[in-house]
Nanobody, 123 residues
Framework: QVQLVESGGGLVQAGASLRLSCAAS????????MGWFRQAPGKEREFVAT????????MYADSVKGRFTMFRDNAKNTVYLEMNSLKPEDTAVYYC????????????????WGQGTQVTVSS
């Protein structure tokens, strides 16, 4: 069982940066691939980024590639999403998720989810 708690969201202006954190409970965090997803009002949940259990492999949605960086610190049981050059279209609730072994771009392949953190980018 893994419990996930996101933090770091907020209201920022376009062009600003934010770092989201996702703290995980449990001693086997390093076995889990992790993902970040987001959901804007009236839209479906969409993939943002994923990282493998080791942190050695990452993948990003085209919409965030070059602006967002996902990384993990297994010693701290935490995964991060560094978001730069934020745009109004990045406004959404951001969720982290966990699944065993490798990450995935598909939200239905994740077993555990956090409660989400709101990111709002004003123009």
């Amino acid at each position: 069982q893994v419990q996930l708690v996101e933090s770091g969201g907020g209201l920022v202006q376009a062009g600003a940066s934010l770092r989201l954190s996702c703290a995980a409970s449990g001693r086997t965090f390093s076995r889990y691939g992790m993902g970040w997803f987001r959901q804007a009002p009236g839209k479906e949940r969409e993939f943002v980024a994923t990282v493998s259990w080791s942190g050695g492999s990452t993948m990003y949605a085209d919409s965030v590639k070059g602006r967002f960086t996902m990384f993990r610190d297994n010693a701290k049981n935490t995964v991060y999403l560094e978001m730069n050059s934020l745009k109004p279209e990045d406004t959404a609730v951001y969720y982290c998720a966990a699944r065993e072994d490798y990450g995935s771009v598909w939200y239905d392949e994740y077993d555990y989810w956090g409660q989400g953190t709101q990111v709002t980018v004003s123009s």
